[in-house]
């Protein structure tokens, strides 16, 4: 079995100089945890978590008490918060591999890209548990 069966097809991404204030609202209205983040070619440049997110923004951010210094942690850029160091496979990587990817480099998703480097899909480590929950509950 390989990657593409489990894989979303539905990447949302951000462009590098996009700012938090835009990453925010794609969070808060959605309900995934990682951002694909594209260069000027649409190519993948990087990754932001929800929690990349929640670190880099002031804690006060979402309150009535927030001051005009806390929400300037919203003008930061994409590229400052980004993950640079991507682990890419391919649609027909293998999920043996997918797994071992997972396990070996403590990841929590794993992009999956076209032959460009352009994103075209994403697992997370949700996915592989619910495929092997499934896979479980099914032979019992």
Not at 7 to 30: G, P, Y
Not at 126 to 138: A, G, S
Request: hydrophobic share 40%; glycine share 2%; charged share 25%.
């Amino acid at each position: 079995m390989n990657i593409d069966a489990l894989m979303s097809t539905n990447v949302i991404s951000v462009h590098i100089d996009d700012r938090l204030t835009t990453v925010k609202e794609l969070f808060e209205k959605n309900s995934f945890h990682h951002l694909m983040v594209v260069n000027n070619t649409g190519e993948l440049a990087g990754v932001i978590s929800d929690r990349d997110y929640t670190k880099a923004i002031h804690p006060n951010v979402d309150l009535p008490s927030a001051t005009a210094k806390d929400l300037a942690t919203l003008n930061k850029r994409v590229h400052q918060i980004m993950n640079r160091k991507l682990i890419c496979v391919h649609e027909n990587t293998s999920l043996r591999e997918a797994i071992e990817l997972f396990y070996e480099n403590k990841i929590s998703c794993l992009p999956v890209v076209d032959s460009k480097n352009n994103p075209i899909g994403v697992v997370s480590w949700r996915d592989l548990l619910k495929w092997l929950y499934e896979k479980v509950t099914h032979n019992n």
